[in-house]
T-cell receptor, first 113, second 111 residues
Framework: DTAVSQTPKYLVTQMGNDKSIKCEQNLGHDTMYWYKQDSKKFLKIMFSYNNKELIINETVPNRFSPKSPDKAHLNLHINSLELGDSAVYFC????????????FGPGTRLTVT | DAKTTQPPSMDCAEGRAANLPCNHSTISGNEYVYWYRQIHSQGPQYIIHGLKNNETNEMASLIITEDRKSSTLILPHATLRDTAVYYCIVRVANRDDKIIFGKGTRLHILP
């Protein structure tokens, strides 16, 4: 009965590779987000989608491309991985009009070597 | 930048009430106070939010001062599992908007 799930939980890869992280929510929410938590533990928004449409796109390199096949899924594809991309990536979801609280997934720890 | 100020860390004895303060002197009339926490290696977890009245749920109580410039999150009977970083956030409710996380307060529950 997991509300927001992410796969994989851990991802170790080499510089220059392309990788994807998947997120799914079964809460019926219409908005999903990607946040990045760096080594200093700062949590920052990257993207958000509402009903499959991009509504927030912070200053993120073009190598990062979110894709939302439907409102229950928001995947994050990263091209040409760099050492600085190493971080924990969290997916979240929310429903407008219900108070604004966001529900977060367990995170994906990406390590680029 | 986050619009709140929190102490970087606090200790609380197990079984006692943990009172976490937050200053938000520039809060706007339509902004709510939200609290989240992040237990080590987990995703942030929503705790509670309020506008101006005190709020209580199964996890915590939220006390907001009358001028709304500060608030206190109360965990009534802290347990070791409450050890986490607690984030106080101000934002407009009922909107699908980003959360701007500050540094939060690292709460240590002592056995």
């Amino acid at each position: 009965d997991t509300a927001v799930s992410q796969t994989p939980k851990y991802l170790v890869t080499q510089m220059g590779n392309d990788k994807s992280i998947k997120c799914e929510q079964n809460l019926g929410h219409d908005t999903m987000y990607w946040y990045k938590q760096d080594s200093k533990k700062f949590l920052k928004i990257m993207f958000s989608y509402n009903n499959k449409e991009l509504i927030i796109n912070e200053t993120v390199p073009n190598r990062f491309s979110p894709k939302s096949p439907d409102k229950a899924h928001l995947n994050l594809h990263i091209n040409s991985l760099e050492l600085g991309d190493s971080a924990v990536y969290f997916c979240a979801s929310s429903q407008a009009g219900r108070g604004g609280e966001q529900y977060f997934g367990p995170g994906t720890r990406l390590t680029v070597t | 930048d986050a619009k709140t100020t929190q102490p970087p860390s606090m200790d609380c004895a197990e079984g006692r009430a943990a009172n976490l303060p937050c200053n938000h002197s520039t809060i706007s009339g339509n902004e709510y106070v939200y609290w989240y926490r992040q237990i080590h290696s987990q995703g942030p977890q929503y705790i509670i939010h309020g506008l101006k009245n005190n709020e209580t749920n199964e996890m915590a109580s939220l006390i907001i001062t009358e001028d709304r410039k500060s608030s206190t999150l109360i965990l009534p009977h802290a347990t070791l599992r409450d050890t986490a970083v607690y984030y106080c956030i101000v934002r407009v409710a009922n909107r699908d908007d980003k959360i701007i996380f500050g540094k939060g307060t690292r709460l240590h529950i002592l056995p």
